[in-house]
């Protein structure tokens, strides 16, 4: 798939949205992330909902008015929060037949069922909105992954008549409106991502993600199922690799198919001095295509060139090594800004390169 129209934007295809969980991208403000190329962002419902609260954003607006952002935001539902708090840690929460039920270590209840999650997201004027899903980890057993693909499948046909009556009345029966993407789950096993994946398509999902932890023990992508999960999905739709981000991951997988992605990978790396590099021009999926340049090393004390020659950031058009190395031992926070604006402009340029490859 080539573009994806979108509410706030045409979507060139393959994309990168960096994650502004909190409805900020770190260090940056939306500006610095449009001046780098970047077409999209992903915001998180979960953490919204407690902080600042949708009564706010509903208040300011929708996400777009109250940020300032003005490309498409990419909202999800919840259920990796699920995954990733409460499979780890009962106490935190249960997954149930109508949804997932959450305690936070704060206190309190907060429960996500799959019209409440399309409500939350409607509200936040979300572009792409993401139906909830039970995530599970590829290892655990069938019982578990059955019953994962079970309520993703439930909660994805409540989620679709939901999202099919509120959008109605917010945008009308006939106006723009955002796209509704399903996730797709089962684990390693391919019968039980089969299902899945054929119950999901029957409900008209305007695409789809990859769901499920996507890493093996030895932190390797599970390619197998990467592959035929992908194979799964409808070609005239988008396939989104969520929460996949590393160079070389997102080479390997849009050459299956994927063409949508997300990851904190290049922010936090930039947080801490680790910059990216192209070392050549074609990308491949072996990760030799670039190279990472610790800024804080002593090497570059006196370095007046820029983070990379032929880089068109605004950080390597105005920055040496040097200066940027000065700010992060000096500790102003000028130097995390500046290093975030290179690496997103680094996998804006990745999205470029891929796209090119796709036309030749």
């Given at each position: 798939m080539e573009r994806l129209e979108l509410m706030h934007g045409v979507l060139e295809l393959p994309a990168f949205f960096p994650d502004a969980t909190h409805g900020v991208v770190r260090t940056l403000d939306f500006a610095d992330v449009a001046a780098a190329g970047i077409p999209g962002v992903v915001m998180n419902t979960f953490h919204l909902l407690t902080r600042p609260g949708l009564g706010v954003v509903r208040a300011m607006g929708g996400l777009h008015e109250m940020c300032g952002w003005r490309g498409p935001i990419l909202t999800d539902s919840g259920g990796f929060q699920a995954y990733s708090m409460i499979s780890q840690n009962p106490k935190f929460g249960q997954l149930r037949p109508n949804g997932i039920l959450f305690k936070p270590e704060n206190?309190?209840?907060?429960?996500?069922?799959p019209e409440r999650c399309i409500q939350m997201q409607l509200s936040c004027g979300s572009?792409?909105?993401?139906?909830?899903?039970?995530?599970?980890h590829p290892d655990a057993p069938y019982e578990e992954q059955k019953r994962a693909v079970e309520l993703t499948i439930k909660w994805g046909r409540q989620s679709r008549e939901a999202f099919d009556r509120l959008s109605a009345q917010k945008y009308g029966k006939n106006g723009p409106r955002p796209k509704l993407f399903g996730?797709?789950?089962?684990g390693a096993d391919p019968e039980l991502r089969r299902e899945c994946a054929q119950a999901l398509i029957s409900l008209g999902f305007e695409g789809f993600g990859y769901g499920g932890w996507p890493l093996d023990q030895e932190n390797r992508l599970v390619l197998d199922t990467l592959a035929l999960t992908a194979s799964l999905m409808p070609d005239h739709l988008p396939k989104y690799a969520m929460g996949l981000g590393r160079p070389e991951e997102i080479v390997a997988l849009h050459r299956l198919g994927y063409d949508l992605f997300?990851?904190?990978?290049?922010t936090r790396e930039a947080r801490h001095g680790r910059l990216y590099t192209f070392a050549k021009e074609e990308p491949d999926e072996q990760g030799d295509f670039y190279r990472f340049l610790y800024i804080v090393d002593e090497d570059y004390c006196t370095d007046s060139r820029p983070i990379e020659e032929g880089c068109d950031c605004h950080t390597c058009k105005n920055y040496s090594r040097a200066y940027l190395r000065h700010l992060f031992k000096a500790g102003d926070s000028a130097a995390l800004r500046l290093a975030t604006i290179h690496n997103l402009r680094f996998f804006s340029r990745l999205m470029e390169k891929l796209r090119a490859e796709d036309r030749a």
């Open positions: 206190g309190g209840r907060i429960e996500f069922t572009d792409i909105v993401m139906a909830l899903d039970a995530c599970t996730i797709i789950q089962g997300d990851c904190v990978i290049p």
